[in-house]
Structure formats: C-alpha cells, structure tokens
C-alpha cells in the first residue's frame, strides 16, 4: 500500500484556494477527474459528514471529517463502506488538503491513501488533473 502525496503552487491567496476546495458548486468542476457528474455533500466542521455521490446521486465515498483549519488544513477518513452509518468504525483511507500561504501565492499540498501499490501511479494522475483544476479555478478568481 501506498500514499499519494502532490503539491501545487498556486497564484492566488489562500483564502480563494479554500473557497475552490469546499465549496459545493466548484468541487463537481475539480473533481471531475475522479468521475464525471461527481459531487459532494458535506459539513465542513470537525465531525461533520462528508459524502461524494456519482451523478445519479448514489454514494461512491463517505467519511468524517478529521481536522479543519480554515485556510490552513482539511482532513477526512473515509468508511470502507460508501453506504456505512455515521458511527461506524473508519476504514484506513485519509485525505489531507494542506494549504500554506505566503503573499498572495498558495502552496497545497494533498496526501490521499493509503491506495494498493499497483494503482499508485493511476491515482497520482487523477490527483495531478484535479489540481491543475483547482489551480485554474484559484487563479481566475
């Protein structure tokens, strides 16, 4: 098994990163990568639900949220199970969106996994196309 780890500068402030990362009606935009007509559900607060649905509006993904900074860093751990209940055990999987900040320029830094070793290479490209997005977004707002 094996982590992804990606970063990406980005010449936008902080807070514009943020807002491409969470907000519900940018995510389908930046995540299309991952599938089309993706989207998500969420309440970003620590413990809050997060669910990623497919287009028809069936869950692909769920988790709770670790940790959040605002501006600064979100982490989830996902259920093994798309459709598992709020209160069951989380699985292995982790996502941590890291945002650091200096002028009006943002580093993000992304971890995701662990994923199995043979699909590593698979799951950087995905991840690599998603924040080309989330850069391209930031930098046009």
């Known amino acids: ?14 807070s514009t990163v943020w807002e491409v990362l969470l907000d519900p009606s940018l995510i389908p935009q930046w995540a299309a990568p991952f599938g ?3 989207w998500i559900e969420a309440d970003w ?5 997060v669910a990623w649905k ?15 900074d605002r501006n600064r860093l979100v982490e989830i751990g ?20 890291l945002l650091d900040s200096t002028e009006n320029k943002t580093l993000l830094s992304i971890s995701a996994g662990p994923v199995p070793s043979e699909s590593l290479k698979e799951f950087t490209a995905t991840w690599k196309k998603a ?3 989330i850069k391209t977004i930031s930098e046009k707002r």
């Open 45 to 49: 607060k620590k413990g809050g639900l």
């Open 1 to 14: 098994m094996s982590i992804v780890k990606e970063h990406l500068k980005i010449q936008a402030p902080v």
């Open 36 to 38: 089309e007509g993706i």
């Open 78 to 97: 996902f259920f093994d199970e798309p459709q598992a209940h709020p209160n069951s055990t989380l699985g292995s999987y982790r996502e941590q969106y």
């Open 131 to 133: 924040l080309e997005i």
């Open 54 to 68: 497919d287009k028809s509006g069936k869950i692909i993904a769920s988790g709770i949220v670790m940790a959040i």
